[in-house]
């Protein structure tokens, strides 16, 4: 456990894309489970799911580095 917090506190910004693109994916697979996607198309919709979160990511991290400009 303590090595998790170390990671977290090391990396925040990696540990916030992997729990929001762990719960993006999973919203994207309950939501999607019926449309009849085929095996490339999932992974297609994952793989840009799991690129969208770090853009959210990194997009919020903008606000972060002008606080700490000033």
């Known amino acids: 456990m303590s090595g998790l917090k170390q990671f ?3 990396h ?3 540990a916030a894309w992997l ?3 762990v719960g ?3 919203i994207l697979i309950w ?3 019926d449309v009849g996607l ?3 198309q999932w992974i ?3 793989v840009a799911t799991i690129g ?3 853009l959210c990511v990194w997009i919020i991290s903008w606000e972060d580095e002008e606080q700490e400009d000033e």
């Open 8 to 10: 977290i506190l090391q």
């Open 12 to 14: 925040p910004r990696l």
């Open 19 to 21: 729990v929001l693109a």
């Open 24 to 26: 993006m994916v999973v």
């Open 31 to 33: 939501s999607a489970r």
């Open 38 to 40: 085929l095996p490339a």
């Open 44 to 46: 297609a919709l994952i």
């Open 52 to 54: 969208l979160a770090g």
